[in-house]
């Protein structure tokens, strides 16, 4: 199965809950982690492991050759991101507006615009017993994630069997990226606060969820602040309600240790492990 973990905003807890479960689950089976919010991964600060794989990854970009193009402009027409620009005698390609589409390249009659490869930054692979984690992480100005999710996606496709579980801790929100990371996946783990800054970007996540027509449910994270919306809402509209991760001091003193929570606060384990009895009876209904 793949399990993303994801949110209508940043700051409710993916990160915890993914490298917490994953290692959890490791503990009697293969399990691949990866961190797919490629503008700041942070899961590995929680897991210690080590390197067995790196690669860097790039993206495709057009190069204009000079002497084959006769400005006709049709470059500039075709790019719906504004990647390619004529000035004059001079065409402009803006590498970080780029989406690859290759629209441009193959357009042109003199085949002037030949697509090149341009580094975006990094894919690392990290293995502790049944552990496997990943991380990629773009490089410095580079303005796109989608490109290196899916190239993250497609590696893990192609290295690992689909009897292993595969967890996804997504980046916040709910734009293309989130997209990216959840379009493919088997069921999605919503975590938010009780809050109404929490309830107000979980109704935008599950929006969206919907709207891909996935399975998902929904894991309240520092259980006891705020109010009761969430939990209603849940309810309301027939949303299964995974967890409820407590407010506890004791767990944020181990997250700020970039220490495992599960390991040490039993209540927490509690919560993956209810989290864990529905997983199982979805990929037995899966199989």
Request: glycine share 6%; charged share 25%.
């Given at each position: 199965?793949?399990?993303?973990?994801a949110?209508?905003?940043?700051?409710?807890g993916?990160?915890?809950?993914?490298?917490?479960?994953?290692?959890?689950?490791?503990?009697?089976?293969?399990?691949?982690?990866?961190?797919?919010?490629?503008?700041?991964?942070?899961?590995?600060?929680?897991?210690?492991?080590?390197?067995?794989?790196?690669?860097?990854k790039?993206?495709?970009?057009p190069?204009w050759?000079?002497d084959?193009?006769?400005?006709c402009?049709?470059?500039?027409?075709?790019?719906?991101?504004?990647?390619?620009?004529?000035?004059?005698?001079?065409?402009?390609?803006?590498?970080?507006?780029?989406?690859?589409?290759?629209?441009?390249?193959?357009?042109?009659?003199?085949?002037?615009?030949?697509?090149?490869?341009?580094?975006?930054?990094?894919?690392?692979?990290?293995?502790?017993?049944?552990l496997h984690?990943?991380?990629?992480?773009?490089?410095?100005?580079?303005?796109?994630?989608?490109?290196?999710i899916?190239?993250t996606?497609?590696?893990?496709?192609?290295?690992?069997?689909?009897?292993?579980?595969?967890?996804?801790?997504?980046?916040?929100?709910?734009?293309?990226?989130v997209?990216?990371?959840?379009?493919?996946?088997?069921f999605?783990?919503?975590?938010?606060?009780?809050?109404p800054?929490?309830?107000?970007?979980?109704?935008?996540?599950?929006?969206?969820?919907?709207?891909?027509?996935?399975?998902?449910?929904?894991?309240?994270?520092?259980?006891g602040?705020?109010?009761?919306?969430?939990?209603?809402?849940?309810?309301?509209?027939?949303?299964?309600?995974?967890?409820?991760?407590?407010?506890?001091?004791?767990?944020?003193?181990?997250?700020?240790?970039?220490?495992?929570?599960?390991?040490?606060?039993?209540?927490?384990?509690?919560?993956?492990?209810?989290?864990?009895?529905?997983?199982?009876?979805l990929?037995?209904?899966?199989?």
């Open positions: 199965m793949k399990i993303a973990i949110s209508g905003k940043g700051g409710t993916k990160t915890t809950l993914s490298s917490n479960l994953a290692s959890y689950l490791a503990e009697h089976r293969e399990v691949v982690l990866t961190d797919m919010d490629v503008e700041e991964p942070n899961s590995g600060l929680f897991i210690q492991a080590d390197l067995k794989h790196e690669e860097d790039f993206k495709m970009v190069q050759v000079e084959k193009c006769t400005l402009g049709i470059c500039q027409k075709v790019c719906n991101f504004h990647a390619v620009i004529q000035l004059g005698t001079m065409i402009m390609v803006l590498p970080e507006l780029c989406h690859g589409c290759y629209a441009c390249s193959e357009l042109c009659p003199e085949s002037a615009l030949p697509m090149i490869p341009k580094k975006m930054g990094k894919l690392i692979e990290f293995r502790s017993d049944n984690f990943i991380e990629s992480r773009l490089d410095i100005g580079e303005e796109q994630a989608v490109p290196l899916r190239q996606r497609n590696y893990i496709d192609k290295t690992f069997p689909d009897e292993v579980i595969k967890i996804y801790d997504a980046p916040p929100g709910t734009s293309c990226p997209i990216e990371v959840t379009k493919d996946a088997d999605v783990i919503l975590i938010t606060e009780p809050t800054f929490g309830f107000h970007d979980l109704k935008l996540a599950v929006e969206t969820m919907r709207k891909l027509d996935k399975s998902f449910g929904v894991v309240i994270n520092r259980d602040i705020g109010n009761n919306d969430v939990m209603d809402y849940s309810e309301a509209e027939k949303i299964p309600l995974l967890a409820k991760i407590p407010n506890d001091r004791i767990i944020a003193e181990f997250y700020s240790k970039g220490q495992l929570i599960y390991k040490e606060v039993p209540a927490f384990r509690h919560e993956l492990d209810g989290i864990i009895a529905y997983i199982k009876t990929k037995d209904l899966k199989q």
